[in-house]
């Protein structure tokens, strides 16, 4: 868990994930030569803030998006959402300007969400939500684990992954930008036409905590109908607990890739997490293991 | 008329076109030996549930899509809507999941819809109206006009094409997503530049019942001017009946035309129906004949 | 400012700009011969209605749209708004249909738009408010500031350049639709990664009248962070007054760039104005005139 405990304090709020991407290709950079097979790492101008790597013979490829949610200063105290941040008065936020660091609180008023920091900020200074990370035995909480969870689980997949695409993404929280060009890139080099979204889903009256992975048959938007049979026939063979999740609202990756001009299939399967996009987005630990367990044998047997 | 009773029976919500699809293929194969020129045909993994026909020298290619609204069970016998169904209260569904046939009706309660099945219906299963065709003198009725109509005239189309591209795409009803990779197809192969889209329109206040096809100016998104022109001087050349459409919403496959990275120019023209999007929908005869007809003449001229 | 007052004059309504791009392109063919580096000029059916100029070894493109806000004219003389003008009852419209010149008001009516000409006016024909400039000391005001203010601004730009490319792009205020096969053009061409939206802002409370050209930190999409930090510290190295913008609404070409399948960098620089999508858009020509200079500045240096 040290490996989750690091990326869950490191920024990247969409737009500005080069912390968080550096440390990616970092990790990924000293520890591949311990791994099952050795994956090419493609990042740099050409890919942004992007990382994709390559293991053998791919045929299926995993999204896992490194932003996430927070907020972008203004002018007068004013801040203005990155992505769809649920707050409430009081909660802590931390960034850091070209006048140093800063920590402060947020201030509903009106409606209108501005910062407490006694001295200004910046216009265009991106703040986002003060870590506190609860490990207990059964749940973990804290800020951020939509996506940190997502990114930690297709790191982990790496350790002895043989054949398939692992892509760090940026800019999911925010609309998007990224997927189109990644997708771009892994159809004309490897004509991959399957992907699987390593991200965190909700808790609903249908998917509840403890009960498994969530495999998404739908939320916003519409996997093709044959490509997720033969997942939940896979599912079912494999004895990993999960859960099946229809929504009609939501959205992920899944999305670009849906509406990208490749003929991509794609399914978001995540563990489902209570409190969204608060600084207290609580998982399961037992949820958290079913789905890397999903994933490694997805990957191995679609 | 008995291939278009054919094709309103076969199911096909959005994202599930796997048998309406399988039907197209097939019925093409096995009559496109009588037709005046015989088409190449595209499908499989590459085109996801999409078919590509490629008649001759292209210069237009005409898209139908094949899919339908519908809706997908989730938990506690809800119902999530797929494209946007007109739902009333009583309304008649049909579908299947792995433990049979299912037929029910749709219980709206508090502004949420449900379904009255007795046992239960499987997480992710599609469900659509019961067809109720009534063929008239003047009109025919039913489910799905929109747009089993639309694959019935490119169908018939094809009878007598020379040159052209005729496509059937999947997922235009819930928000598109296989145009993009179609349209990059049909570029990159014939740099084809001319889109008509065969789908089905609304009656309003301009346009009704029986003055012949609509010629859509502008829905929400707006084509070119200047192949709108050329088109509509070709219809009044043509002699054959049309009405002209402008509103300010509304979208087709269209929409992914004008969005993807391909120039290619693109005009709806479709007959008028009313009761959109119930089990009632309703055309004129006579707009379905213009149709073809003006479909005709323009992959001639055009 | 003949220039300027030329362009103003011509309409351009989204999806019919054939008349204010055959003005560029005669333009650009008749004056690049004296311009410091005589550019390439691409347009025609591949490019539909937009033009776009390669100077030299290009880094950085510059967007600017050509076409308008307006109105398409309906049945019953109703008018359908084309992107989002700010209408007001009386406004002065005018257009042409195949019946000759026209010249109206709005009148606004339960809330709907129409207008008052007595003949009538063919559906589908485009109207835009009537041009009535008035430019002082101080400002320039009247209708379309937004964006012939953007191109006026890339065609000055052209007379100095050495080396990158100037887009001039159709459809922006209605949703967009061209920058992603433009975006295609150049990227495939000549892999630029850098592009800077040449258009038109608003006056808020933290962007004023006089203060210099704006650079926008975000709108409803937000640019990656690395760029702007390099695009602002340019600026302030320059010595060309600018103000820093963040907004949480609004769009424009940056928007079809950053969800485009190339990983370009972009980032939205342009005077504000007063009154937007009226007859009065309002800018001070101090504000275009740092402009100007810091596109020239910037084109050079990054």
Redesign the interface.
Known sequence: MELLKEILNIRGV???E?EISSFIINYVLQRRNQWKVVPEVFYG?????NVVLKFGDPRTAVFAHIDTIGF?????NQL???GGPDVNDGDELEGEDLLGPIACKIKIQDEKVFHDFPRGIL??T?LSFRQNLRIGEEFIQGAYLDNRLGVYNALKLCEDLTDGVVVFST?EE?????V??L??FIYEQWEI?QALVSDITWVT??VIHGNGTAIS??D???????F?NKIVSLAEKSGIPYQ?E???AGGSDGREI??????V?WCFIGAPEDHVHTPNEKVALKDLESMLALYRYLMVHL
């Not at 925010?174 to 990224?178: I, K, L, Q, R, Y």
């Not at 916003?220 to 044959?226: D, S």
């Open positions: 969409s737009g500005d080069h101008d050409r890919f942004q803030d972008t200063s203004r002018y007068e203005v959402p990155v216009p265009g991106n800019y925010h609309g998007g930008g990224s189109p060009f997708l771009k036409r009256d249908g048959l739908r916003k938007f519409i996997p093709r109908k044959v997720l099946i229809v929504e009609g849906q509406m990208s001009p490749y003929p299939d």
